[in-house]
């Protein structure tokens, strides 16, 4: 056993885990947050994206042990109350999402595309920055609608540098 | 994935001493080893990670860069003095994989892998990088020994790299749509005494050196020089994404592209 600390969307916790836990599981099993999901398990999907200190990391490639002290943002952390994250309004506002199985790794990954990208976001950016996601449903189409209005949303309501 | 013992060691010294035992394993950014264990491909019995010791940085410096071996993907990507540098090599690890694995997976890791589809073994081999182990120092030509294969020992770990600066290079890949991988991938870097060129993706014993376009490219440097030399298909890669005549094909290609590209 191992013992890790973590901050996970604003709260701290420690765990006795087997060192084989990956962060996926330890924020699915031992968390309880179910937001983050596994779609492939192989490093492929990115539907199990979350932030690490404050970058986009795929969590079913990451043990929960080797990444002890970090700050975590899952899907569950966005929102704030009842007011959705500007990313998350533009997904629901451009039917960026069918089934909504791959939309919480999406959602991670436009926000951590904007971070780096800023909020002034071209169709070609962000087809490439999608790259390790993919989605099964959609066709793409309104994915990279959403993500580029959420970007600018984003600028508006200056929550780019958060 | 099988148990193990996991290590956080905070100096190199103590990494060596864990990663000597017989069915240790180092740990870099594990973007290829996770994913190994999973499938249950590899059981170690123990986990070195080297997140905890100080490895990671680039320098730039009289004619030299320097890349420590735990420097991230993004971080190779996104370096202002590097772009300045040696563009081609900032560019190349911007093209590994996506955005993630760029944030996680590091230079040393991919490099010690010679996954004979990576990219980085291709600047390696190119550039004349020497790779400095907590042992010694090798040239690239050295360390590449095939398929998956390296001349690093049990427990020896990689811990940077030393490239010359060119007059000019370009990497140019051809990608696997579904993988990203390189199906093919050239590097072309001119120096004031050479061209050296070096392909990945193709080889079946992984990167190689393509000495007939570097010896014409060496006396004249345009695409022309080598538009008439046949890369033989002989020792090369074929499998459902491309056979050994078009991988073949596909090095003239992108060996051009790059000449063309090089600055
Ligand atoms: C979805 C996906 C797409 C990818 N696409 C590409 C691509 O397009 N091009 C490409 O080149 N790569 C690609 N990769 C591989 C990626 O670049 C990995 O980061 C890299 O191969 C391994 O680096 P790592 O730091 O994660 O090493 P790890 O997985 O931690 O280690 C890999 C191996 O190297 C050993 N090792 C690690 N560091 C050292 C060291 N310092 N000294 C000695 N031994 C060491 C380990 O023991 C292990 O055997 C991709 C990976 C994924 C998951
Ligand atoms: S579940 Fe992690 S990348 Fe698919
Ligand atoms: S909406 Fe179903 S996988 Fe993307």
Do not use: W
Not at chain 2, 4 to 33: C, N, Q, W
Not at chain 2, 36 to 59: C, E, F, H, W, Y
Not at chain 2, 133 to 145: C, G, N, V
Not at chain 2, 213 to 224: D, G, N, P, V, W
């Amino acid at each position: 056993m191992a013992s890790v600390t973590l901050t996970v969307n604003g709260k701290t916790i420690t765990r006795d885990i087997d060192p084989r836990t990956l962060l996926v599981e330890f924020l699915r099993e031992h968390m309880r947050l179910t937001g983050t999901h596994v779609g492939c398990d192989t490093t492929q999907c990115g539907c199990c994206t979350v932030h690490v200190d404050g970058k986009a990391l795929k969590s079913c490639t990451l043990l929960a042990v080797a990444v002890d002290g970090s700050t975590i943002m899952t899907i569950e952390g966005l929102a704030k109350g009842e007011d959705l994250h500007p990313m998350q309004a533009a997904f629901r506002e451009y039917h960026g999402l069918q089934c909504g199985f791959c939309t919480p790794g999406m959602i991670m990954s436009a926000v951590d595309m904007v971070r780096r990208k800023g909020t002034d976001l071209d169709d070609k950016t962000i087809r490439e920055e999608l790259e390790g996601n993919i989605c099964r449903c959609t066709g793409y189409h309104n994915i990279v609608k959403a993500i580029h209005y959420g970007a600018e949303a984003m600028g508006k309501a200056g929550t780019a540098a958060e | 994935m099988y148990p193990f013992t996991y290590h956080r060691p905070g100096s190199l010294a103590d990494a060596v001493k864990l990663a000597g035992s017989d069915e240790a394993k180092i740990m870099a950014g594990g973007m290829t080893l996770l994913p190994t264990m999973k499938q249950r491909l590899a059981a170690p019995s123990d986990i070195v990670d080297l997140n905890g010791l100080d490895l990671a940085g680039i320098k730039v410096e009289g004619g030299k860069v320097t890349i420590g071996a735990m420097t991230r993907h993004a971080d190779v990507a996104g370096n202002a003095d590097l772009h300045k540098a040696i563009p081609a090599l900032a560019e190349l690890a911007g093209m590994i994989g996506d955005p993630m694995v760029r944030h996680r997976g590091t230079i040393g890791g991919s490099v010690s892998n010679n996954d004979p589809a990576a990219d980085y073994p291709s600047a390696c081999l190119a550039l004349g990088a020497t790779i400095v182990t907590s042992k010694r120092e090798m040239a690239a030509e050295d360390f590449f020994t095939g398929l998956f294969e390296t001349a690093l020992e049990p427990g020896e770990i990689v811990t940077k790299f030393v490239f010359p600066v060119p007059e000019k290079a370009n990497y140019q890949k051809f990608r696997n749509p579904a993988s990203r991988y390189a199906i093919v991938g050239v590097f072309v870097a001119k120096f004031a005494a050479g061209v050296r060129v070096a392909v990945t993706g193709a080889g079946s014993s992984g990167v190689f050196r393509q000495f007939d376009f570097e010896e014409a490219l060496s006396k004249i440097f345009s695409t022309q020089a080598i538009e008439g030399i046949k890369q033989s298909a002989d020792g090369l890669n074929s499998d459902i994404h491309a056979d050994a005549a078009y991988r073949a094909h596909l090095i003239g290609v992108m060996a051009r592209r790059a000449v063309e590209a090089a600055r």
